[in-house]
């Protein structure tokens, strides 16, 4: 099955920040832009910003709690992430099994051709020594 990739998806993941936030929103289950502030090296309106992007791409959705939204994890979105990932895995090693095929076809090519070489020459050499 091939998945389609979301560009904007990736890019969202593409930050390690981000990726740090998502996990702390796994683990704690919820998190404001204050509290997953005090575990990340960037400002709280970094955070925010971040939290922007991710929900903007679907990976997490806000709530309002007072004067604060609190945020989680959108797991099927996190999911079809996932498969995503999953699949261009799956995409690279295919390639990667069709390069080393011919790498190691196109080196028994030279490694044959190489012995034949060699057992030419042999052979006129014998040819030479006979008196054929």
Do not use: C, Y
């Not at 593409?14 to 998190?31: A, F, K, N």
Request: glycine residues 8%; positive net charge; aromatic residues 2%.
């Amino acid at each position: 099955m091939s998945v389609m990739v979301d560009d904007d998806l990736w890019s969202a993941v593409g930050d390690p920040t981000r990726r740090r936030m998502l996990d702390l929103l796994l683990s704690e289950g919820i998190g404001t832009a204050t509290s997953l502030s005090e575990h990340l090296p960037v400002t709280r309106q970094a955070v925010t910003k971040h939290l922007v992007v991710l929900d903007r791409v679907g990976l997490v959705h806000g709530t309002a709690a007072g004067r604060e939204k609190q945020f989680r994890v959108d797991e099927r979105q996190l999911a079809r992430a996932v498969a995503q990932l999953a699949d261009v895995g799956a995409t690279w090693d295919r390639r990667l099994q069709r390069i080393k095929r011919i790498a190691e076809t196109i080196q028994r090519a030279g490694t044959n051709s190489n012995s034949n070489s060699k057992s030419d020459q042999t052979e006129k050499k014998r040819e030479k020594g006979t008196g054929r």
